[in-house]
């Protein structure tokens, strides 16, 4: 679940305390606040139900101490709808509560807690089935209403919590249960929150232009499901180094790297230094830990314009990178977005168009069964760490977004999508399977494999009617056809409540 939270551009941080909140909403124009309450409004306890709850009209309950800061918020989404192609009922019944806070203006806090019972789309249900998890939860089971007959889903809990402090002006250090994301686009190719949470420290330094941001994180090498009993799961670990270098007002550029490693009980110390490449220490240890490269860049050409990229380097070879033989050890990834804001002088409209490719087996690893499932891969509990679809496919995205009024915001999403799968062979797609296991080591290509093209189109308009309170009515229509097998339809109409929650696109 994703709470009400922004990014600041070309930052990776997932939450800020309320004094950054407050900063970064002074530097977003207004009308670019979709689904965003006014943070900045002024507490008027006359106002305030029974003299005592939202005092600040944008949270249900606050302390503001010189010393001590609070807010306590409902986390809210109820939504039901049908998929008329299919004849399914899609619901969603999520409760939760959020808490976050300062002390002395140097530590901060934030936890929530959701409760769920889901019932998902049909593609959705393919996907749960195919990796053995819900994409972005944990465990889970099944679900059967006892109040309406036929009503049918996951029972789910998710938790998010995270604490920090400034060691000095520039230093922040955090220690948390949550996930993270950089870049400035839709998707991320070097690290997305679309996986479950996991366990983390983060170091985050600030100096003149640069900010440098460390993360250790603790990971699942499998899902809840692929054990039986109460079994603990095996453990792999993750560290990255992220360097974004603000070159001028309008141009920024990130190098990235990431190892991903497993020991037995025990985290790989070397792996803690914050300054070193991975690769280097891969050579000390002669290890055989998967480790990656990458670069993030952002550009603003001129006043309402941002150009993003990404560029993923898994392997490379350059003698075979430009040869065209398909090598399959040029495993990479390549992201390139644009942002418009107020195109064609039409106020409130942002229009982002994004493209991502990533060849085969990018993101998998070996192991030294070659039937076995890679600990090292780029995963965590199933689920990739970086795109949703894996490795082997193109995708294009055309994102708008309009405010149409001060309370009533619409959104539509066109993706146009092909990858490579095939469920008897490794063709590349499923990173959680051993790369040793390929058809070729020559003759590799992007969407090898049944070809599996998909169109979708994602529409939502909402209207906010009290703040951080909003009435969603939701439109999705996808279409995926299998090369020589069958056309999988959806078109999914529903309407929705939620409080305190970001609008969610399931984008597969």
Same mark, same amino acid.
Request: hydrophobic residues 35%; without cysteine.
């Given at each position: 679940?994703?709470?009400?939270?922004?990014?600041?551009?070309?930052?990776?941080?997932?939450?800020?305390?309320?004094? +950054?909140?407050?900063?970064?909403?002074?530097?977003?124009?207004?009308?670019?606040?979709?689904?965003?309450?006014?943070?900045? +409004?002024? =507490?008027?306890?006359?106002? +305030?139900?029974?003299?005592?709850?939202?005092?600040?009209?944008?949270?249900?309950?606050?302390?503001?101490?010189?010393?001590?800061?609070?807010?306590?918020?409902?986390?809210?989404?109820?939504?039901?709808? *049908?998929?008329?192609?299919?004849?399914?009922?899609?619901?969603?019944?999520?409760?939760?509560?959020?808490?976050?806070?300062?002390?002395?203006?140097?530590?901060?806090?934030?936890?929530?807690?959701?409760?769920?019972?889901?019932?998902?789309?049909?593609?959705?249900? *393919?996907?749960?089935?195919?990796?053995?998890?819900?994409?972005?939860?944990?465990?889970?089971?099944?679900?059967?209403?006892?109040?309406?007959?036929?009503?049918?889903?996951?029972?789910?809990?998710?938790?998010?919590?995270?604490?920090?402090?400034?060691?000095?002006?520039?230093?922040?250090?955090?220690?948390?249960?949550?996930?993270?994301?950089?870049?400035?686009g839709m998707r991320s190719l070097l690290l997305s929150d679309y996986a479950h949470n996991y366990f983390y420290l983060q170091l985050n330094t600030k100096?003149?232009?640069?900010?440098?941001?460390? =993360?250790? /994180?603790?990971?699942? /090498?499998?899902?809840?499901?692929?054990?039986?009993?109460?079994?603990?799961?095996?453990?792999?670990?993750?560290?990255?180094?992220?360097?974004? !270098?603000? +070159?001028?007002?309008?141009?920024?550029?990130?190098?990235?790297?990431?190892?991903?490693?497993?020991?037995?009980?025990?985290?790989?110390?070397?792996?803690? @230094?914050?300054?070193?490449?991975?690769?280097?220490?891969?050579?000390?240890?002669?290890?055989?830990? $998967? /480790?990656?490269?990458?670069?993030?860049?952002?550009?603003?050409?001129?006043?309402?314009?941002?150009?993003?990229?990404?560029?993923?380097?898994?392997?490379?070879?350059?003698?075979?990178?430009?040869?065209?033989?398909?090598?399959?050890?040029?495993?990479?990834?390549?992201?390139?977005?644009?942002?418009?804001?107020?195109p064609f002088k039409i106020s409130g409209l942002m229009i982002q168009v994004e493209h991502n490719t990533v060849r085969p087996y990018t993101y998998a690893?070996?192991?030294?069964?070659?039937?076995?499932?890679?600990? =090292?891969?780029?995963?965590?509990?199933?689920?990739?760490?970086?795109?949703?679809?894996? /490795?082997?496919?193109?995708?294009?995205? !055309? $994102?708008?977004?309009?405010?149409?009024?001060?309370?009533?915001?619409?959104?539509?999403?066109?993706?146009?999508?092909?990858?490579?799968?095939? *469920?008897?062979? @490794?063709?590349?797609?499923?990173?959680?399977?051993?790369?040793?296991?390929?058809?070729?080591?020559?003759?590799? !290509?992007?969407?090898?494999?049944?070809?599996?093209?998909?169109?979708?189109?994602?529409?939502?308009?909402?209207?906010?009617?009290?703040? $951080?309170?909003?009435?969603?009515?939701?439109?999705?229509?996808? @279409?995926?056809?299998?090369?020589?097998?069958?056309?999988?339809?959806?078109?999914? !109409?529903?309407?929705?409540?939620?409080?305190?929650?970001h609008q969610q696109h399931a984008l597969f």
């Amino acid at each position: 679940m994703d709470i009400l939270e922004i990014n600041p551009p070309g930052d990776s941080l997932d939450y800020l305390d309320d004094e +950054a909140w407050n900063e970064l909403i002074e530097n977003i124009p207004e009308r670019y606040h979709f689904n965003l309450a006014d943070t900045t +409004a002024k =507490t008027d306890e006359n106002k +305030a139900l029974l003299g005592v709850f939202y005092k600040d009209p944008t949270s249900f309950l606050t302390v503001d101490e010189p010393n001590f800061f609070l807010k306590i918020d409902p986390l809210i989404h109820f939504s039901l709808g *049908d998929d008329f192609k299919n004849n399914g009922t899609v619901f969603q019944n999520t409760r939760g509560i959020q808490i976050r806070g300062t002390i002395d203006k140097k530590v901060y806090f934030h936890t929530s807690i959701f409760e769920n019972q889901q019932g998902f789309l049909n593609y959705f249900e *393919d996907e749960i089935s195919r990796i053995n998890a819900i994409p972005g939860q944990g465990f889970f089971r099944p679900y059967s209403s006892g109040v309406i007959n036929g009503l049918k889903g996951w029972d789910f809990l998710n938790a998010r919590a995270y604490g920090g402090f400034k060691i000095s002006p520039s230093i922040d250090l955090q220690l948390g249960h949550s996930r993270h994301f950089i870049g400035n686009g839709m998707r991320s190719l070097l690290l997305s929150d679309y996986a479950h949470n996991y366990f983390y420290l983060q170091l985050n330094t600030k100096i003149w232009k640069f900010h440098y941001q460390n =993360t250790f /994180a603790e990971l699942s /090498a499998d899902s809840s499901k692929d054990l039986s009993g109460n079994n603990l799961l095996p453990k792999k670990y993750m560290a990255t180094h992220y360097l974004n !270098f603000q +070159a001028s007002p309008r141009f920024s550029i990130g190098l990235f790297e990431s190892v991903i490693f497993s020991r037995t009980n025990h985290f790989e110390f070397q792996y803690l @230094n914050p300054v070193i490449l991975y690769r280097s220490v891969e050579q000390f240890l002669d290890s055989p830990d $998967n /480790a990656m490269l990458g670069f993030n860049i952002q550009w603003i050409p001129k006043n309402g314009w941002q150009l993003y990229s990404q560029l993923l380097i898994d392997e490379l070879r350059t003698g075979e990178a430009f040869s065209g033989n398909g090598w399959w050890g040029n495993k990479t990834g390549f992201q390139v977005g644009l942002k418009l804001f107020d195109p064609f002088k039409i106020s409130g409209l942002m229009i982002q168009v994004e493209h991502n490719t990533v060849r085969p087996y990018t993101y998998a690893h070996r192991s030294e069964d070659i039937n076995s499932k890679p600990v =090292t891969s780029y995963s965590h509990f199933n689920q990739p760490l970086a795109h949703p679809y894996g /490795a082997n496919f193109r995708e294009t995205i !055309f $994102n708008f977004k309009y405010r149409l009024h001060k309370n009533i915001n619409a959104s539509t999403i066109l993706l146009f999508s092909k990858y490579g799968h095939s *469920d008897s062979a @490794n063709v590349g797609r499923d990173i959680l399977l051993n790369y040793e296991s390929r058809q070729s080591d020559f003759g590799n !290509f992007i969407g090898q494999g049944l070809t599996n093209s998909i169109f979708a189109f994602h529409f939502n308009t909402s209207w906010q009617f009290f703040p $951080n309170y909003y009435i969603d009515l939701k439109w999705i229509f996808r @279409n995926q056809s299998v090369e020589n097998e069958s056309t999988i339809h959806t078109n999914y !109409f529903g309407v929705g409540l939620r409080a305190n929650i970001h609008q969610q696109h399931a984008l597969f």
